[in-house]
C-alpha cells in the first residue's frame, strides 16, 4: 500500500485578533502539502493542529464556525479556491456559553473526492469564527483563518484511498507570539536597503522549535 506523505508548514504564525469582543487563534495561517485525492485528512491528527479560538473579552459569547469559499481577488497566487464547502468542515461548529478566557477546539477535516482531475492541484479556504446572539440586536466580532492545501500529482492505490490520514509524529503545543503583529512601510525606494525596525518571536509552547 503506498504511504501518504504529508508536510505541514506554517507560514504566518501568530494570533489573530478581533479586538472589540476578543477573539484570538492561533490558527491564522496554515499550509498542508502533498495530500492524496480520495483522502481524508485530519489536522489535529496530522500535526496537533486543531482550531482553537480563545474569548479574550470580558463577556460570555457564543460562537459559530464556517467553512467560507474564498472569492477570486482573495485567493493566494497559484491556488483556486475549494469547489465545495464540504471539502473542509470542523468536528464541531457551535459552541454556546463560551466564557471570558476559555479556549474551545475543534478538529478540521479536509476530503478531497477521488477524482483524477484535482490532481497536482492547490486549493485554499477560509475557516469563518465569529459571535453570535440567539435573540435580539447585538455586536458581534469574527476571525478569518486561511487554510491552504497542495493535492499530490500521483495517483493513489484505490485501496489506500479508503484509508483515512496517516499520523505522523506530533509536533508538541504550538503557541508562538509575533510582536509587532503588523509593520508598514511607505515610500520605499526600489533597489535600496530600508531598515523596517525589528521582530519579537515568544514560544509560549512546550517544546523547542
Known sequence: MKRVIVSILFILWMPTSAQAMGLQTYFAKVLIENLNIGGTYSTQKLANLPLSVINTGEEEV????ETIIPAEEELENG?????????????????????????????????????EKYRGKKFMAFIWSYTFIEQGIGFGVGLKSKLLFTVSN????KE??????????????????????????????????????????????????
Open 62 to 65: 457564543n460562537l459559530k464556525i
Open 79 to 115: 491556488y483556486e479556491a475549494i469547489p465545495d464547502k464540504s471539502w473542509v468542515t470542523t468536528e464541531k461548529n457551535v459552541f454556546m456559553g463560551v466564557k471570558p478566557k476559555e479556549m474551545t477546539i475543534t478538529d478540521v477535516v479536509m476530503t478531497i473526492p477521488f477524482d
Open 154 to 157: 500521483d495517483l493513489p492505490l
Open 160 to 209: 489506500a484511498c479508503l484509508v483515512e490520514e496517516k499520523e505522523i509524529p506530533a509536533i508538541g503545543s504550538l503557541n508562538f507570539k509575533v510582536e509587532p503583529e503588523k509593520i508598514y512601510v511607505e515610500n520605499v525606494i526600489c533597489g535600496t536597503l530600508t531598515n523596517c525596525g525589528s521582530i519579537t518571536i515568544t514560544n509560549s509552547g512546550t517544546q523547542t522549535l
